[in-house]
């Protein structure tokens, strides 16, 4: 930073005036230093200097916060220009959490620092359990479940999960696929006490696996959870709705996104784990067992990646090639035109004129390079997307 600009430094009402001119110092220093390694014959170097607030942070930011970047409860204000911390609260508001089934919620890691507590009625205090997906996790035990479950009686618990991708096939162990079942009913116990409180056919003993019985009856408030809200936890979030509301894979796709609004993003691997343990999460959901020969597969699911295109407005997606090469995808998440840009969609061509030419426009003579201009396009592009 000693090389682009002058530098104000200043400190909060813990930090001695010592510490300030010391840091201000080192500081001046090293603006002086550069400036002794830069040839000043070869270059106009501009003069850079260190400057100390002499007033109290407390009166400083009570007289100038359009100033202040960071309060001094340490949250960030906004009020100054910082392109990453734009992006994190786009993120935030983007993904911020939702109830996808009964007291279970999705969204993304509380941070106080981006909506204080007293702003965000979605803050980990107002959650009974918070569950972060995170790729070191490994699938909790039954004993571990059955404490946190008991413990959280009185105070919030946390507990870490496998993130999305980190189950891969075909090496997926019966020990990685009984943990996520576990997992699933724990919660649905926790949230669904009243639905729950009579059923003790399954409950395990001492060996094995959970007792729920000695749980007071008050509903648990769940947040699953991950930094961004939406990527890392969506193995657990798609495994529990298909559970707790007995969908097969593909329903649980469509009804996440389109019924309860949700952005998420899964893996190939996600893809074929749940499709090969689906018999098994529909048999054990709470909804009784489903007969998958009624809800035959539709021929999208096999060629989706994991994820969806997203939706950045409420009419419009922005998606990838292979999401445009998937008709039958966006036609079940009601997109009804394509605009290409750069590189056409490979349809059949029954499938085109099913859709119409004039609901299709691609853009040619364009590359995804960052150097071939879109301005000479961007009315004709305007005047379809508002068609």
Known sequence: MASVSDIVVYGDNDVSREEVKGLAKNIAAAQKVWREKCDPGVLDLPVYSTFIVSSSFCEFEQDYPEL?????????????????????????????????????????????????????????????????????????????LKRLAEMSAWTPQHLEFPSSGSIMPPTWSQTEVDGLMDTCQWIHKLANPEVNSSDTSDEKDADGDIQMQSLPPRPRKVLIHCTDGYTESTLLALTYFMYAEGLPVHQAWLRLHCEKRRNFFAYPSDVALLTSIQPRILSESPQGPKDLALNSEPVWLSRMDGSLPSRILPYMYLGNLGHANNPDLLKDLGIKRILSVGEPVCWPKEVGQRWGAENLLYIDCVQDNGVDPLTEDFDRCLEFIGQ
């Open 68 to 144: 202040l970047a960071i309060n001094s409860q340490g949250q960030m204000t906004g009020s100054v220009m910082d392109f990453f911390n734009w992006e994190r609260r786009e993120m935030c508001m983007m993904s911020k959490a939702s109830e996808i089934a009964n007291n279970v919620w999705l969204g993304p890691t509380p941070d106080s620092t981006l909506c204080p507590s007293s702003e965000n009625e979605n803050s980990k205090d107002n959650f009974d359990i918070l569950i972060e997906a995170s790729d070191l996790a490994r699938p909790p035990d039954p004993q571990a």
